[in-house]
């Protein structure tokens, strides 16, 4: 396939459009891949009410949507690489439809992540050592280690 190519157009032209093609799928499969991470996250804290820790379930359907757009990937880059018509100056990437998008993604960085973090560490349903039922029952541990040790100097 690359070599029929080759025969139309130079071979720095071929490789230039191997590139392009290759980068339009990469970024196509990125920002869907960007839009599905952002509705697992919208939707997350539902998996909280099943009683599954939201953050190990978020990782896991983050890791399976990442890999599968690697096989995507290398599948329509060999497709259009294969149906786009190469001419003597390489490829028209306005009539194939390979530019990039106009627009691009906004991040919003929280860097005072420690309310959240302190919320799950006390609500949370891992076995953290610190959660609402340690922090209400305390009180009642110490006045047993102090009940005892009065009792004991009793004897």
């Known amino acids: 396939m ?5 025969i139309v157009a130079s071979h720095s032209d071929v490789a230039e459009a191997e590139r392009l093609i290759t980068l339009h799928h ?7 891949h960007l839009a599905e991470i952002a509705m697992l996250k919208d939707g997350i804290h539902q998996v909280g009410l ?8 978020f990782h896991n359907a983050a890791r399976v949507s990442f890999d599968e757009i690697t096989s995507r990937i290398d ?3 060999i497709e259009t690489f294969r149906a786009v018509p190469m001419g003597p100056a390489g490829i ?15 991040y919003l960085v929280n860097d ?8 799950n560490l006390l609500t949370g349903n891992r076995d953290m050592g610190m959660n609402v039922g340690a922090g209400l029952m305390w009180p ?4 047993w ?11």
């Open 50 to 57: 099943g009683g599954l820790n939201p953050i190990d379930e």
């Open 112 to 119: 005072d992540s420690t309310a959240d973090h302190l919320a």
């Open 75 to 77: 599948e329509a880059i």
């Open 140 to 143: 009642l541990l110490g006045f």
């Open 26 to 32: 990469l970024d196509a499969a990125w920002r869907d």
């Open 92 to 106: 028209d990437l306005e009539q194939e439809e390979l530019r990039g998008p106009a627009s691009t993604w906004t």
């Open 145 to 155: 280690i102090a009940a005892r040790k009065l009792t004991q100097r009793r004897r």
């Open 2 to 6: 690359y070599a029929s190519h080759c």
